[in-house]
Structures are given as C-alpha cells and as structure tokens.
C-alpha cells in the first residue's frame, strides 16, 4: 500500500462536499493554505480535507462566520500544540530530574 | 425505544419560547462541539443536544412532540409510538444536527428515517425525494485511524500490518462490520501526527460512488530512552562528576546501535552535544542526536567519599555556586 499526498482544488472540494466558492473563502481567511499559490492551480496537503471538514462544522454548527471558525481554528490548534510540547517539556524534565 | 425528553437534554422548561431554545441550543452545542469539547462523552452529548434542538427548534415538530409528550411520556421511559401514528414525513434536511450524526431511533420513528449516507455535508443537499437519493451515487466515507510507530519502525521505514474494522450497510441499510487488514509502507521521514492517506481504503461507496479514503494518522509512541523534537531524537546523558570535570568517552546508544561520546573536560550539566544525522530519517537526509548531560552522584556513598569531596571543597574554597542571587 502507498500513500497519495495531494489534492487538486477540485478534488478537495468533492472531497469535502463544499462548494468551490466557499473554499476559496477558506483560503482567504488563511484557515488552509495551498502548497503552492499559484491560483488557480492549487494544490492541498492531504491533512487539510479534515482541516476544511473541521472549520466546516464549527462554522455551521455553532454558527460562526469564516472569521470566527478561522479564530477558532487557529486557537484550537495552538492549545492542542502547547498541550503536546507541555507533555514533551514534562518527560524530558522527569528524565532529568532522576536520580540516575 | 426510549423516550428522550429533549426539554431536559437543552436544560429548558416545557414553556420556553424560542429564543430561550435556541439560546440554550447555542451555549450546549459549544460545550459540547466534538471539535472543541473536552468533555467526556462529548460526541453523543452534542448529537443529542442537535437532535432535541432539531425537533424543539422547529414549530411544527415541537407541536407534534408536545402532543406525544401531553400523553404522560417521560425520559427514560419506554416508549411505543401511538396507534395510527404515521411519523413526520415531510422532505428537508436537518439544519442542526452534528455533520456525521445519526439520530435516534426515536426521533426516526416519529419523524420518518431520513439516515445519513455517508461523506459530509450530505443534510443540506436538497434532495427531491427519500427515493431518488436512495439511487444516486454516494462516495464512501474517509476513516481515521491512529497509527501508532515505534521509533525503531519510523527509523527501518518497512511495511507494517494494519488492522481495522470498516462499518457499511448492507442494501437494506442494515450496519454490518468488515475486518480489514493492510500491509502499510511506512514513509521515510514521516513526523508524529502527520497522515498518511491510502486512497479508495474507506467505506465503500455506494450505487457506483467512489470508495472513501483511509487516513493513518502517525503516531510515536513512547520510547525508554529518546525523546522526540522534530527529526532530532533527544538523549539524556548521566555523568558521573568527575566524568563532567575531567571529560571522558562514553558509550551511548542511538536507534542504530551504540556509539562513542565525546565528552570534553568541565562539561555543565544541561549541555547540548549534537551528533549529526543520527536521528530521525527526514525525507532528504537525517536529523540529529541531540545528546544533553546531567550530573549524578552515586546511588550509596563509598568509604573514602568525604575525605574526597573535603579536598575538592578546600581546593574551591572561593567558589560560590550561587553568587548570582547577591
């Protein structure tokens, strides 16, 4: 079995069952970015299929406009980083800390 | 079937008007938003909070349930629909419920099964009827697994076995579960939490819709002696002191074996000592064992110890390790 790392922006919106207009709108407010800019030839790590599904729930479902799911996103994110790299810091500290 | 009281679920009395539903709707589905919440049991409890906004948010299907609800029925309790009854049957599509959501049996016998079919995003279509949708096209669904890799696996890069049980539906739309199993190729220089997606390995589609996608979702587990910063594997050395004062070489090991350390003379403990290439695989080259020191003493005092120590003391005898606090 191999992997496959990119979409095209066709193929990301089937895969995401979201319009094209609203996924430039996504771009636009930075929620995913292409890995390559030039429009309209982008393309699209395959991690952001449930980075657009994510922001399409909060935007919907709690009934948030781009801006604020794009905010939340990106505060979600950074808590869940800052959780990681605390649990990280945490282990290398015990480590250091033992008697031997 | 039980009965759900969704005037307990939203936490609102019978009388509410609709503002205070909806207000009620809004403040539950953000504590409970399964990509938001941490709280336990998250998922269901925002299914059942889109469910009970779904009927007590829409007039007409608040004024059927109230009817049912005059009949004495309480959460919890066992519940038969009345004789006659023919559920709500109008089309539409949900506007509250979670993306992914299947509601309750309850909900489905009083207001007609309007079930899912898999991908997202499928509620809002707008379908013209239960009979044509039943006949389109749906793609499977993508499923996550969390791909769990010792650092020795990410280090060799081989296949590794994955194992999983896959729901679909039979064609009654009955769930039935398959077990699957795949020899997955490890990437070189894969990074905890990337994906790893292997295409058409999800839930099959249906009336000729494409498979869904299988997404490994890397994961490194623990291991007894490293630890990870991005590509650099990270080492904790204990030295002996006068290993620290005098400098020595030292065995360490590495995911490749064991190797000669370096230590130079008057090494503070905290000391970063790189090792170039000897981490993690990247995708072109390796990253660094970042090898850092720590001082111990040893576990039980030996006879001869203090004599030792006092001449070291006498020899620094104008070293204040705390000058800095002055």
């Known amino acids: 079995m191999t992997s496959v ?32 800019s030039v429009a309209p030839r982008w393309q699209f790590d395959i991690s952001t299929v449930w980075v657009v599904r994510r922001a399409v729930r909060l935007q919907r479902e709690l009934e ?37 | 079937m039980e009965f759900k009281d969704y005037y307990a679920i939203l936490d609102v009395p019978a009388d509410a008007d609709a503002k ?5 709707y809004r403040r539950l589905a953000r504590k409970y938003h399964p990509d938001v919440s941490k709280e336990e049991n998250a998922e269901e409890r925002f299914k059942e909070v889109g469910e009970a906004y779904e009927v007590l948010g829409d007039k007409e299907k608040r004024a059927e349930y109230d009817q049912l609800r005059q009949y004495g029925h309480r959460g919890g309790e066992e519940f038969q629909p009345p004789p006659g009854w023919d559920g709500w049957q109008q089309g539409g599509a949900h506007q ?10 309850f909900f489905d016998n009083l207001f007609g099964q309007r079930r899912q079919r898999g991908g997202t995003g499928h509620g809002g279509a707008g379908f013209g009827g239960f009979d044509d949708f039943a006949h389109r096209p749906y793609p499977g669904q993508d499923v996550e697994l969390d791909f769990p890799l010792f650092l020795e696996e990410v280090m060799a890069a081989a296949p590794k076995e994955v194992r999983f049980t896959l729901r679909t539906h039979d064609e009654q739309g009955y769930p039935k579960d398959i077990e699957k199993s795949l020899k997955v190729r490890v990437p070189k220089g894969v990074s905890d939490g990337e994906r790893i997606r292997l295409k ?14 299988l997404y490994l979702k890397v994961q490194f587990a623990p291991h007894p002696d490293f630890d990870v910063d991005g590509h650099n594997l990270l080492l904790t050395v204990p030295l002996a002191p006068w290993e620290a004062a005098l400098g020595s070489k030292i065995e360490i090991p590495t995911l490749e074996g064991r190797l000669q350390l370096t230590v130079p003379a008057n090494s503070h403990a ?16 390796q990253g660094d064992l970042i090898a850092q020191l720590k001082i111990v003493l040893p576990e039980r005092p030996a006879e001869g110890d203090d004599a030792a120590w006092k001449t070291l003391a006498e020899h620094h005898q104008h070293f204040n ?6």
């Open chain 1, 5 to 36: 790392n990119c979409f095209d922006f066709d193929e990301l919106c089937q895969r995401t069952s979201v319009p094209g207009e609203t996924l430039v709108t996504i771009v636009e407010h930075g929620i995913i970015t292409p890995i390559n």
């Open chain 1, 64 to 100: 948030l406009d781009w801006q604020g799911a794009a905010l939340a996103l990106e505060l979600l994110d950074e808590n869940q980083r800052l959780r990681d790299e605390n649990e990280r810091l945490r282990q290398r500290l015990l480590r250091f800390v033992a008697a031997l």
């Open chain 2, 20 to 24: 205070a539903i909806k207000s009620a």
């Open chain 2, 96 to 105: 509250a419920g979670g993306s992914e959501s299947e509601f309750s049996d």
């Open chain 2, 200 to 213: 058409g390995q999800g839930g099959p589609g249906g009336n000729g819709g494409a498979n869904g996608d």
């Open chain 2, 270 to 285: 905290g000391a970063r000592l790189r090792l170039k290439g000897k981490g993690l695989p990247q995708r072109n080259g």
């Open chain 2, 321 to 326: 390790p705390r000058a800095k606090w002055r």
